[in-house]
C-alpha cells in the first residue's frame, strides 16, 4: 500500500504543478468575452426576424509544455504561433479567438491544442442597439437585454412589435444624416412598428413646455412602456413633457381613449375616433427643433429633428421622410 500511495502523492505533485504553471501563464490569455452556460435566447421582430441573437465563436489554446526541451510545432498550429523562443516557458497561451468551422475540425485533432466554444451578442441593426440594450457576462445591463434578462438568460426567444423592414428603411435613412428620431406606432394597436433615437442625443427624452404645443397640461398623463415611465416634468412654473408624451396624447385623441402604447405584440384596441379636430400633417416648432405628425394608412408618425439652418428645407426634409414610410 505505501508505494501506491507515494505513487499517488507525486502525481498529485506534478499534476498540481502543471495546473498551477498553466495558470500563471493565463494572463496572457485574452480575457472571456462571453461563456454562458446557455445560449442566450433571441431578440425577434413581429415577424419572427431575428435582432439580436448569441452567435457563436471559437477559441484555441496551446499548451506549452516545456519549449526549451525541443517540443515542435506542427504546420497547423505554428501558422497562429510566432516563434517558440516568444512563448513562456511552460503555460496556456491563446493561438487565436477567429476560427471557423473548417479550422475548429483541424485543431481538434492536435496535440496539446484545446478548443472551446463561446458566444457573443451580435444585434443584426446596428442602429436598433440603444433600444435593445448590451448584455456583459451573459447579463443584459440595459434595454430590452434587460428588461428580459430573466427569459432570455435562459435560452427563451421573446418577440416584439417592431417591423424590421420598416425599422431598416429608417436606419437606411438614418445613415444619410443621422440627424433626426423617428417612431411608427400601428393605430390599431398602439404597438412601435419603429423607433430610431440619437443614443448620445435623445430626441425624444428631451423636454419641452407643453405650452409649444397647445396642448393642456391637465390632459397629459405619464408616459408608460416595457422600458419605463416618463413623468411630466415641472420646471420654473412651466410643464415639460417629451415628444413621447405628445406621440401618447395623439393616439389617445385618435382611439378616444385611455391606452399605454408598448414595444410588445399586442392585438386591436383602437377604434380610430370620428369626431378629431386636428388635420395631419402637423408640425410644431419648439427650441430649436420640428416635431412633424402625420396619419398614413393606420400609422401615426412622428418625425423630430434640429433646425440647421432653413424652416422651410427641414420641414420639407421630414415631409420626404414620412412619406418613405410605407
Not at 396619419?295 to 422651410?312: G, R
Request: hydrophobic share 40%; net charge positive.
Amino acid at each position: 500500500m505505501k508505494p501506491n500511495f507515494k505513487f499517488s502523492f507525486f502525481s498529485f505533485i506534478f499534476v498540481f504543478l502543471l495546473l498551477f504553471a498553466s495558470n500563471f501563464a493565463i494572463p496572457k490569455v485574452k480575457e472571456k468575452t462571453n461563456f454562458p452556460g446557455i445560449k442566450r435566447g433571441a431578440i425577434l421582430d413581429r415577424n419572427y426576424e431575428p435582432i439580436a441573437i448569441s452567435a457563436e465563436f471559437y477559441k484555441a489554446y496551446y499548451l506549452v509544455k516545456d519549449r526549451f526541451f525541443g517540443q515542435k510545432l506542427s504546420p497547423s498550429v505554428s501558422k497562429y504561433l510566432p516563434s517558440l523562443l516568444e512563448l513562456p516557458k511552460k503555460g496556456l497561451v491563446l493561438l487565436t479567438d477567429k476560427l471557423d468551422l473548417k479550422e475548429v475540425e483541424v485543431l481538434k485533432k492536435e496535440k496539446n491544442v484545446f478548443v472551446e466554444s463561446y458566444y457573443v451578442r451580435d444585434i443584426l441593426q446596428p442602429c436598433t442597439k440603444f433600444l435593445i440594450g448590451e448584455v456583459v457576462n451573459d447579463f443584459g445591463i440595459s434595454g430590452l437585454e434587460k428588461i428580459f434578462n430573466d427569459v432570455l438568460k435562459d435560452g427563451n426567444w421573446i418577440r416584439i412589435s417592431l417591423d424590421m423592414k420598416l425599422q431598416k428603411n429608417l436606419c437606411d435613412k438614418f445613415e444619410e444624416t443621422k440627424s433626426f428620431s423617428a417612431v411608427v406606432v400601428d393605430l390599431k394597436s398602439g404597438e412601435f412598428l419603429a423607433y430610431l433615437d440619437l443614443p448620445e442625443n435623445s430626441y425624444f427624452t428631451q423636454l419641452f413646455p407643453v405650452s409649444d404645443f397647445n396642448l393642456s397640461s391637465e390632459e397629459i398623463s405619464s408616459f408608460r412602456w416595457e422600458l419605463g415611465e416618463i413623468k411630466p416634468v415641472s420646471e420654473n412654473s412651466q410643464i415639460k413633457i417629451t415628444p413621447l408624451h405628445i406621440l401618447k396624447w395623439f393616439f389617445n385623441k385618435i382611439c378616444n381613449n385611455n391606452y399605454d402604447l408598448t414595444i410588445l405584440p399586442r392585438t386591436p384596441i383602437c377604434q380610430h375616433s370620428t369626431e378629431v379636430s386636428f388635420k395631419f400633417p402637423l408640425s410644431f416648432f419648439s427650441q430649436n427643433k420640428i416635431l412633424y405628425l402625420d396619419f398614413k394608412k393606420n400609422k401615426l408618425i412622428m418625425l423630430i429633428t434640429e433646425i440647421e439652418k432653413d424652416y422651410k428645407a427641414t420641414l420639407s426634409y421630414l415631409k420626404y421622410l414620412a412619406h418613405q414610410i410605407k
